[in-house]
């Protein structure tokens, strides 16, 4: 049996230092004695060889590109399950029987409306505000108005917390967006699923019924599906981080909205869609597959690349399949796959994507599919949000589940000046 324990020797002191095995992946060094035993910190920009806590959620092996929501498959749950039955599971950790199910079904339903006074919240912002920034500011101004589900330290106001928000993304979702274009406003209908009622606020119009496309809705839930968790990934860690400072669970959520926010992560697929624009035919992907590999352009394929993932993305090769699939059902031509095969199909015989094992990821696909189920460029990293608050509501219970939580505080390289003698205004 090889010796459970790591033995680090830094100048005359060493230390040894347990391993901490989880049920699968590799082991952990258990490095929280380091600083008391040597003095020494560890140096790891980005985490990418640090675990911050230990979750039984999610599981990622990106060498051979396996994704498991609690043990679970990603293909198998993409084929049979359903989004809501996902977020369920990842809440709970196990698959729900029918009655659980239909409680479950029933809890959401019944807590989809927002509260009337967050349309005057919604007013405040200009007509051209990003939907991302209204669904941020939303998602955190929920605080001061559900009070009741404040006391983190009560299991049964935690999980109403995590069924407001999970009910609510989409309406104020639907809002934002209708607000930014101004629709009016749609309330939930009961009588709806949870991805035909988000279709019903975002695409209703008084003048006339709206008829939702079984291919549209079915698409949205996959697409749900695939982006619901993905571990400690930049958003969850920082609902986590925000978390474990026992901030409210709508603050903590509104926090890893902002984290999503951004390009490298789930801003990902509203920046394919206008990389794919300014490429705009396949005759100048040569061009911006240079442009790529060129570090002084600045300019990165989007939707290339994981930190993760070094082999294939395996939900990226489910909406791969899935918007050929959509875009022939709808009958839609269009020109921005092409560019994306083109793209997807020089990067991967490039010898510099091969070295760097950058593979097309979960977003390269997944704008081409919006695009054509008719949701709007800005709303992308919205519908990743609606997806990943399954993830993030599932995280933040079970940080305060799960013993031995602390608030996370990482350490520095301080690199700033040593110290000196404060200079009267005069004297400088
Ligand atoms: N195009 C060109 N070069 C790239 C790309 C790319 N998309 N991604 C990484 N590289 C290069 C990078 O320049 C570096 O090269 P070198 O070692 O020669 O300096 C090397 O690959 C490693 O890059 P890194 O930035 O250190 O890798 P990371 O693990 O820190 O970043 C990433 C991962 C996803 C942020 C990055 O690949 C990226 O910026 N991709 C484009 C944005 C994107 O598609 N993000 C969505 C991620 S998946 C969904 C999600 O998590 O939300």
Request: charge should be negative; aromatic fraction near 10%; proline fraction near 6%.
């Amino acid at each position: 049996m090889p010796n459970p324990n790591v033995t680090l020797t830094a100048a005359d002191r060493s230390v040894t230092l347990p391993l901490v095995e989880g049920s699968q992946g590799p082991s952990c060094v258990d490095i929280s004695s380091l600083y008391r035993e040597t003095g020494h910190f560890t140096f790891d920009p980005g985490f990418a060889a640090t675990a911050s806590c230990k979750s039984a959620i999610t599981f990622i092996d990106g060498e051979k590109g396996v994704l498991l929501y609690r043990g679970y498959p990603i293909e198998q749950l993409a084929e049979r399950s359903s989004f809501l039955e996902v977020a369920y599971l990842l809440l709970e950790g196990e698959l729900p029987t029918e009655a659980e199910m239909t409680k479950f079904e029933h809890s959401v339903t019944h807590h989809t409306m927002m509260h009337e006074s967050l349309k005057n919240f919604l007013r405040g912002f200009h007509y051209d505000a990003h939907p991302m920034a209204m669904l941020c500011a939303s998602i955190a101004s929920l605080s001061a108005f559900y009070h009741d589900t404040l006391d983190i330290q009560d299991p049964d106001q935690r999980r109403l917390a995590a069924i407001r928000l999970l009910a609510k993304m989409p309406t104020i979702a639907a809002a934002s967006y209708r607000y930014s274009i101004g629709w009016p406003i749609r309330y939930p209908r009961n009588s709806l699923g949870y991805v035909d009622r988000f279709l019903h606020m975002m695409f209703e119009v008084p003048s006339e019924p709206l008829e939702l496309n079984p291919v549209v809705a079915e698409a949205l839930d996959l697409l749900f599906i695939l982006h619901a968790d993905h571990e400690q990934n930049a958003s969850t860690s920082t609902v986590r981080l925000v978390g474990s400072t026992g901030a409210n669970p709508y603050a903590s959520v509104a926090a890893g909205i902002a984290a999503l926010w951004g390009p490298a992560h789930g801003g990902a697929n509203e920046a394919v869609l206008k990389m794919l624009t300014e490429i705009g035919d396949a005759k100048n992907v040569g061009r911006a597959i240079e442009r790529a590999k060129d570090k002084q352009s600045g300019f990165r394929l989007m939707g290339f690349g994981h930190r993760v993932y070094k082999n294939f993305d395996p939900r990226a090769r489910i909406i791969r399949a899935k918007c050929h699939e959509v875009l022939h059902k709808l009958g839609i031509h269009d020109p921005l796959l092409e560019v994306a095969l083109k793209l997807e199909e020089a990067a991967l015989k490039d010898d510099y994507f091969i070295e760097h094992k950058l593979y097309p990821n979960v977003d390269f696909y997944s704008g081409i599919i919006y695009k054509a189920l008719r949701i709007p460029t800005e709303m992308f990293t919205v519908m990743f949000a609606i997806a990943r608050t399954a993830g993030w509501i599932a995280h933040w219970i079970e940080q305060h589940e799960m013993p031995g939580g602390r608030i996370g505080r990482p350490r520095q390289v301080y690199v700033g000046a040593t110290p000196r003698e404060y200079v009267a205004l005069d004297k400088r």
